[in-house]
């Protein structure tokens, strides 16, 4: 059974950091490629970036290009998302998910995980 489990997130100041991590099990983690997405409230899942399986290939949104870092530990199952200079327009529910259409938006994936929150604001 594939699982896709998110953690790491919360509350936090605007300018600042967090990390949000996703444990895959259930496949063979380094055949597929990842992405990150979020779901701000009353608005639409939105792809955020993605890696491909190797963790050589890498693709960010605009509005994330600079602030986020996409990384993954193939030895581990884990994906990450390493957040900078968060804004309070970051306040959402985030996601990953496994897909090999990595690199494109919108995102396109068989599985997701439960999400979890980050909450941008002063």
């Known amino acids: 059974e594939v699982q896709l489990v998110e953690s790491g997130g919360g509350s936090v100041q605007p300018g600042g950091s967090l990390t949000l991590s996703c444990e895959a099990s259930g496949f063979t983690f380094r055949d597929y490629g990842m992405i990150w997405a979020r779901q701000a409230p009353g608005k639409g899942l939105e792809w955020l970036a993605g890696?491909?399986?190797?963790?050589?290939?890498?693709s960010y949104q605009d509005s994330v290009r600079g602030r986020f870092t996409i990384s993954r530990r193939n030895a581990e199952n884990t994906l990450y998302l390493q957040m900078n200079s968060l804004k309070t327009e970051d306040t959402a529910k985030y996601y990953c998910a496994r897909t090999n259409l990595w690199n494109r938006s919108p995102p396109n994936f068989d599985y997701r995980g439960q999400g979890t929150q980050v909450d941008v604001s002063s």
């Open positions: 890696i491909n399986g190797a963790g050589n290939g890498v």
